[in-house]
Every structure is written in structure tokens, then in C-alpha cells.
């Protein structure tokens, strides 16, 4: 193998690796939303300040219309003992049915990304209830800032 080659294989390793996240649902079997995919984006880069992006889509389990609600996103760093950082949002802005019977949906949204106060090892919990507090979603994205 060329060096050029083996220099470009190196390359795209690091950019896979530098913005790489990995996330799970803390939530229950009775959410309404059932997420099935989640990306965990920042245009210009997972870095402080800059804005990020988390998306979701997957499949709904709806028990009454929403008719208001709120997202929250959390941020947590290892080495905190409390958050360092939280955002908050209209779920109606954020969630979108993709379908006419409000069986799938996607839902996006942004918040800005806190700078390092510890170890640079970060969750973000993303929540979202409806108009009677009851729950819609609980995400977690664990990721870290590029370098």
C-alpha cells in the first residue's frame, strides 16, 4: 500500500473517531415516542460554543392529541457532580408527524454546546412531556468535543 494511501486511510479513522457519539433511551417501554434513529450533529464542528443538533425519528405511541409540551436538554460532564448546562424548547416547534395517522415522526433541536469543565466527557439528556406531564421521550447522547 502507497503511503498516500495509507496518510488518507489515517485521515478519515481520525475524522470518524473525532465526532463520533454514541446514544441510548433512558425512558420506558410506556414513552410515546419510540426513537429508532438519532443523530447528533454541530455544523461547524462538536466543539464549545458552537450549536449543536440532535434529530430523532422513529415510530409513535400516542395515548391523547398533544396539544402543548416542552423539550429539555441537559448537559452533563464527567467529573461535575450537577449539570453544567441546560436548554429548553417548544415541543410542538420540534416535533413533526410524518404521516397523516401521526404513527412516525421526526424531532429536532438545537442548543449550544457548553464549554469543558472537567474531563471532556459529556452526556446530553434530552426529555420531552406533553401538556399533562406525561413523558414523550428520554434520550441520552454521550459524546465528546473534537480536538
Not at 57 to 80: C, F, M, N, S
Not at 84 to 108: C, P, Q, R, Y
Amino acid at each position: 500500500m502507497s503511503r498516500t494511501a495509507v496518510a488518507a486511510v489515517l485521515l478519515l479513522s481520525c475524522i470518524a473517531c473525532a465526532s463520533a457519539y454514541t446514544w441510548d433511551s433512558c425512558g420506558t417501554r410506556y414513552d410515546r415516542l419510540k426513537t429508532t434513529s438519532l443523530t447528533f450533529s454541530a455544523e461547524k464542528g462538536v466543539k464549545a460554543g458552537h450549536e449543536a443538533t440532535i434529530t430523532t425519528k422513529g415510530t409513535t405511541d400516542l395515548h391523547v392529541p398533544l396539544v402543548t409540551g416542552a423539550w429539555q436538554v441537559r448537559i452533563y460532564e464527567l467529573g461535575k457532580a450537577k449539570s453544567i448546562d441546560t436548554a429548553v424548547g417548544n415541543l410542538i416547534s420540534a416535533l413533526h408527524f410524518t404521516d397523516k395517522l401521526n404513527t412516525t415522526f421526526e424531532m429536532s433541536v438545537g442548543f449550544t454546546l457548553p464549554e469543558p469543565q472537567a474531563q471532556n466527557n459529556f452526556t446530553a439528556s434530552l426529555m420531552a412531556t406533553d401538556q399533562s406531564k406525561g413523558m414523550y421521550c428520554c434520550l441520552e447522547v454521550m459524546y465528546s468535543y473534537e480536538n
